[in-house]
């Protein structure tokens, strides 16, 4: 498997996610992909000698593209450089892929910081994962890379959304999606920044027109 952390200018790797990812096996490849022109060694100062470094032009889908293609393995892991495992996240992949049947899988997705009220997010991103069918790239969207090549990867044209859009790709072309059953965290410092309303109510509009327009056939929007 690749795990691929992509980090936004300016930004840099949680430490203890790296702690917790170096913890996988050694035959992970772990890649953490910066932008150009930022400071990769600042970006990654958090990362070990196992983790290869490389730089993409600015964009989570071109970043998190770029770490694809430079890596090898059979499996593609994408984490966001805010995510927190939890005890079970790497038991509960573990499984999944030992499965070893092609669908593109997710995990269920918590806080680990932010406004109490989150706990009603946590109960929508159920919702909107299990139920609806479209997890989002905070809930570490994991795919074969066979998979994940013949979708085209990420649509780095794409302002924001990307993660949407090849859940909806990967619909369209008949890819189960498969909830993990395990945690993960991500950072609610948005929803603490903006306001827990103005963020959720911005966040459930753009979800929704996001969904109408991927829904359809990419050759029909």
Do not use: K
């Not at 990362?47 to 889908?61: F, K």
């Not at 090898?72 to 499965?99: N, Q």
């Not at 859940?167 to 603490?192: E, F, K, M, N, Q």
């Amino acid at each position: 498997m690749t795990v691929i952390v992509p980090v936004g200018p300016g930004d840099a790797v949680a430490p203890a996610l790296c702690a917790q990812l170096e913890t996988l096996p050694a035959a992970t490849e772990l890649c953490v992909v910066c932008v150009d022109g930022d400071d990769v060694a600042r970006a990654a100062a958090a990362c070990g000698a196992r983790w290869q470094r490389c730089t993409a032009p600015r964009g989570r889908a071109a970043q998190q593209n770029a770490g694809a293609a430079g890596t090898t393995r059979p499996w593609l892991w994408f984490v966001h450089a805010d995510s927190r495992l939890s005890e079970r996240t790497l038991p509960a992949l573990a499984a999944f892929l030992a499965v070893d049947v092609p669908a593109l899988g997710f995990f269920d997705l918590r806080f680990h910081d932010g406004p109490t009220l989150l706990t009603i997010n946590t109960i929508g991103a159920w919702i909107r994962s299990r139920a609806l069918g479209m997890p989002f790239g905070d809930q570490g969207l994991v795919l074969p890379r066979a998979s994940f090549d013949a979708l085209g990867g990420f649509d780095p044209t794409l302002e924001r959304g990307e993660d949407h859009d090849i859940v909806w790709r990967a619909r369209h072309r008949g890819l189960p999606l498969r909830p993990i059953g395990a945690p993960l965290y991500t950072s609610g410092r948005r929803y603490a920044e903006h306001g827990w309303w103005r963020t959720t109510t911005w966040t459930v509009r753009e979800t929704w027109r996001q969904a109408r327009r991927f829904a359809r056939p990419a050759a029909t929007r």
